[in-house]
């Protein structure tokens, strides 16, 4: 059982490049999140999905986008990266919103150049 | 909006010996969840521990336990017996436990606090 995984680790891009991130998960959750991560910041919402085939934004949706055309999976892009950008990025995901329960993949650090 | 507010950036403790974080919050509704989750090194969330608001009984995890007061919202973390591996930073974080407001169920988080522990 991988539990939630994110590919890749590590990424540098120059600005303006684009970039995918991935998140998996395979305990059939319906609830998925992307967070941000700043020095001295809490995690942000970026955007979340409710369940396969939708999404909506979160507190900071500014720059990206995301599809989830699989349950098991939710993307996350940049179109043209900013520095501002520079983060680490945390992908969840939970059965449902009553369940308390939320878990967290290892993260990508994204640095923009 | 629900907001989460850790008020000290840092703190140490003497191994074995017990520290406290704090976090308030604040909040209309009236049913939620909190918790606390550590972060060492290698990035990853880690649930520490975590409590139901209709629960008045103090959530407890070995050497971990909370003062969870609901009328001052107000939800400290006590680690006992601490440890060279409780060195971390550690979050506070609110989830709703309902689809108030527009709410999906996603974590508001504190900024951190990073424990050191001295040996």
């Known amino acids: 059982n991988a539990g939630v995984t994110q590919t890749p680790k590590f990424r540098v891009l120059k600005t303006g490049q684009s970039m995918t991130l991935l998140c998996a998960q395979d305990?059939?959750?319906?609830?998925m999140y992307w967070y941000r991560q700043d020095p001295g910041m809490g995690l942000r919402l970026i955007h979340y999905?409710?369940?396969?085939?939708?999404?909506a934004k979160g507190e900071v949706p500014d720059g990206y986008n995301v599809s989830r055309l699989k349950k098991q999976n939710f993307l996350l892009g940049l179109e043209s990266a900013a520095p501002s950008q520079t983060s680490v990025y945390f992908c969840a995901s939970s059965y449902s919103i009553t369940y308390y329960e939320q878990y967290f993949g290892p993260g990508t650090r994204l640095t923009v150049t | 909006a629900q907001t989460v507010t850790q008020s000290q950036p840092e703190m140490s403790v003497q191994e074995a010996e017990t520290v406290t974080l704090s976090c308030t919050y604040d909040t209309s509704e009236s049913d939620y969840y909190l918790f606390w989750y550590k972060q060492p090194p290698s990035r990853q969330m880690i649930l520490v521990i975590r409590?139901?608001?209709?629960?008045?009984q103090n959530a407890t995890e070995n050497r971990f336990s909370v003062n969870f007061q609901k009328a001052a919202k107000s939800f400290s973390l006590k680690i006992s017996d601490s440890q060279l591996g409780d060195a971390a930073m550690y979050f506070c974080a609110y989830r709703s436990r309902f689809r108030y407001g527009g709410s999906q169920g996603n974590l508001i988080f504190g900024k951190g606090t990073k424990l050191s522990v001295k040996p």
């Open positions: 409590q139901e608001a209709y629960k008045q």
């Open positions: 305990m059939n959750h319906e609830y």
């Open positions: 999905s409710v369940g396969e085939g939708t999404t």
